[in-house]
């Protein structure tokens, strides 16, 4: 054997720490590797400018945030359209580095406003707010759309636990890099730091959609779709009549509308303990800090050696049955012994279990439905159906604190005993799909891409 031959073949030492800690295949590098910085680019942006974005809550008090949530439902009804319509009329190999851009810009715009203090600072606090909690979920639901594009069914379970760790390596850089810098530059010129990661991440997507195109033309392993064609239907409503004909996505969307309830419920809740534990403000956002400091590290560090082993080893199915399970007994501990300690295990547990595995697990779900519905369904699912659920569940806990503790955590064990079999039956026709269609009913014949003009 040619020995520079044998030396070419031989993986790089990065390439054999990847695939010994997950299963990734030397094909597979550079669009892992540019996966993971996505998801680190973009949540630490986000992440930079989330503290700005709570700041301008303070401006309307707790009293209003409720307010605050309902505006940002709002804003996903009026987006979601937009970028369904956006979607049919430009090709996704421009429109979709473009969607980071646009939210980039739209940042300075706002830092260019709150500069200049032309705009009263309560209603221009307002907007800011819910476009930014807007974003938040149509910049993640596009990342894993991505993801469910570029990698097939089989890689989605070996790959999308290492590819999250990103997501959280950003959760846990863009804090530490507001924490340092926000007293030196400003609480607005953090904007200006975000503004410029968002810039980077549409960068990042165009090297990543070029990966897709070198992997489809080498004939290795990827999702078998292109991204030189515009989206089906111009209609900007598109996205819901997809949702409303496939009970498959209906499931999904019931599915993420019960996890929302959950994650409201738990919030809400130790919103509560932590305001009565503690009266001085600094310790509360300590307290605060140190949870999603140990969530996020149990987090990545499951994400990193353990999703892909787990979900091979057990399924799909138990990965999205995990957290109702943990809820359950979680919520019937809390009704018989509401205290902090015991709510923030509970917190820590469920959202690293959250993070870790049932993230993942939900994403899979959608390597198997078609592009069309792949991009546009799943964007209404990820904004309206999740912010519907946030809305509701914080009108519903707010109409059932005052009876206590108590009775909130009895409505959250009775929302985990439904959401546990609605995951089992997901995970069941999920993994009994066939082809790449769940969402296609027998007979139905595919759906042809349409050509870029």
């Known amino acids: ?31 892992v590797v540019l996966s993971m910085l996505f998801g680190l680019l973009l ?21 209003h945030l409720n307010d605050l949530f ?30 980071y851009v646009v939210i980039g810009a739209s940042v ?21 707010y819910v476009w930014v909690s807007t974003f938040n979920m149509l910049i993640l639901s596009v ?6 594009d570029t990698f097939s069914r089989t890689q989605a379970k070996r790959l999308f636990g290492f590819v999250a760790a990103g997501i959280t390596v950003g959760g846990i850089v863009g804090p530490m890099i507001a924490t340092v810098l926000a007293r030196a530059v400003g609480n607005y010129n953090l904007m200006l730091i975000a503004a410029v990661g968002f810039v980077l991440t549409a960068i990042v997507v165009r090297l990543l959609v070029r990966e897709k195109e070198r992997m489809l033309a080498a004939g290795v392993e990827a999702q078998h779709t ?28 019931l599915f993420l509308l019960l996890m929302s309830w959950i994650s409201t419920v738990v919030y809400v809740e130790l919103s509560d303990l932590i305001q009565h534990a503690f009266h001085n403000t600094a310790v509360r956002t300590q307290a605060y800090a140190l ?9 990545v560090f499951l994400q990193l050696f353990g999703t892909g082993r787990l979900i091979a080893r057990f399924g799909v199915t138990s990965g999205l049955m995990l957290n109702p399970v943990i809820m359950v007994i ?63 569940a914080a009108w519903i806990s707010d109409a059932i604190l005052p009876h206590g503790l108590g009775a909130l955590a009895v409505l959250g064990a009775v929302i985990s005993a439904v959401w546990f079999p609605v995951a089992w039956v997901l995970g069941r026709r999920y993994e009994s799909a066939r082809g790449t269609d769940a969402t296609r009913q027998p007979g139905d014949a595919p759906r042809a891409a349409q050509p870029a003009s």
């Open 1 to 31: 054997m040619n020995p520079s031959t044998s030396a070419a073949a031989r993986p790089s030492p990065l390439a054999r720490i990847f695939k010994s800690v997950a299963a990734v295949e030397p094909h597979e590098m550079r669009a």
């Open 330 to 392: 979680a919520f019937l501990a809390l009704a018989f012994s509401p205290i902090l300690l015991v709510l923030a295990a509970i917190q820590v547990v469920r959202r690293a279990a959250e993070y870790a595995v049932a993230k993942p697990s939900r994403e899979m779900l959608f390597t198997v439905v078609d592009q069309e519905s792949r991009y546009k369904a799943k964007n209404i699912i990820d904004t309206v159906v999740y912010r519907f659920g946030d809305v509701s």
């Open 226 to 253: 292109t991204l030189e064609h515009r989206l089906g239907s111009a209609n900007p409503f598109a996205g819901f009549s997809l949702l409303l004909r496939s009970p498959y996505l209906l499931l999904l969307s």
């Open 143 to 148: 990342f894993w759309t991505f993801m469910a």
């Open 43 to 63: 949540f630490g942006s986000y992440s930079v400018v989330k503290p700005v974005r709570d700041t301008m809550g303070t401006v309307w008090g707790a009293a």
């Open 108 to 128: 300075l715009v706002f830092y260019a406003v709150f500069v200049s203090g032309r705009v009263p600072d309560k209603w221009t606090a307002a907007v800011f």
């Open 291 to 299: 949870i999603d400091l140990t969530v996020n590290s149990i987090a």
């Open 70 to 99: 309902t505006g940002t439902l709002i804003g996903c009804l009026l987006t979601a359209p937009l970028y369904s319509a956006l979607a049919a009329r430009v090709k996704l190999s421009t429109f979709l580095p473009w969607v």
